[in-house]
């Protein structure tokens, strides 16, 4: 079974909206971090956001907000006001604690910014 | 800082040739992975390190690859002999991780900018 799922291979938006990128997760472990990262076209990994599975408040990180619903297993990205610079491909993944360091990653959305 | 450094950042080579791909991690940091990202399969943990130990090495796709932390400040990936197939971008990552903690601190994994490896 997959532990992370992004439903979504691409997405599109207009500049200056708001988006909401789909994340569901699987896990029995009570303790794990949700990771979202960002990949331009120039290929590097930038970390945007994260939520803890104790955490009782959603995560944010300027324009980017984690929109978590534990019950639901899902930790949706938004982000606010999109820019152009925006447009990549957004990863979630997820640390279980049960599982040491290592990360597991979904398949990525690839999101474009309409002008 | 100057972040998780990787070299080379790209590599063209012949199948049958041997390539190693080099990393280092950030200073203080006590984990180490290796990715491979493709179009095919995205983003795969090829093998991971914590205090220069190999933790999980289930990744790795055969025995024509191979890693190494000899120290906490260096790790290599090996092919040998490389394969087309073996085309991808490998990333390098790092990060301080706290064995037995609750998790409550993100501790992210922070990326090297990846090596693209070309293998005709």
């Known amino acids: 079974a997959q532990k992370i799922t992004q439903t979504q291979p691409g997405m599109f938006v207009q500049e200056k909206e708001a988006v909401t990128l789909d994340c569901t997760y699987d896990t029995s472990d009570p303790s794990y971090g949700l990771f979202w990262y960002k990949q331009p076209s120039s290929g590097e990994m930038i970390f945007l956001i994260y939520q803890g599975s104790y955490d009782q408040q959603n995560a944010t990180e300027g324009r980017y907000s984690l929109n978590f619903q534990k019950a639901r297993k899902s930790a949706n990205l938004v982000i606010s006001a999109s820019q152009l610079g925006d447009s990549a491909m957004y990863f979630c993944a997820m640390r279980e604690r049960s599982s040491g360091s290592r990360l597991t990653f979904g398949e990525g959305t690839q999101l474009t910014v309409n002008p | ?120």
């Open chain 2, 1 to 120: 800082d100057a972040g998780v450094i990787q070299s080379p950042r790209h590599e063209v080579t012949e199948m049958g040739q041997e390539v190693t791909l080099r990393c280092k991690p950030i200073s203080g940091h006590n984990s180490l992975f290796w990715y491979r990202q493709t179009m095919m399969r995205g983003l795969e943990l090829l093998i991971y390190f914590n205090n220069n130990v190999p933790i999980d090495d289930s990744g790795m796709p055969e025995d024509r690859f191979s890693a190494k932390m000899p120290n906490a400040s260096f790790s290599t990936l090996k092919i040998q002999p490389s394969e087309p197939r073996d085309s991808a971008v490998y990333f390098c990552a790092s990060s301080f991780f706290e064995p037995g903690k609750r998790e409550k601190t993100y501790n992210e994994q922070f990326f090297g900018p990846g090596t693209r490896l070309t293998v005709l």
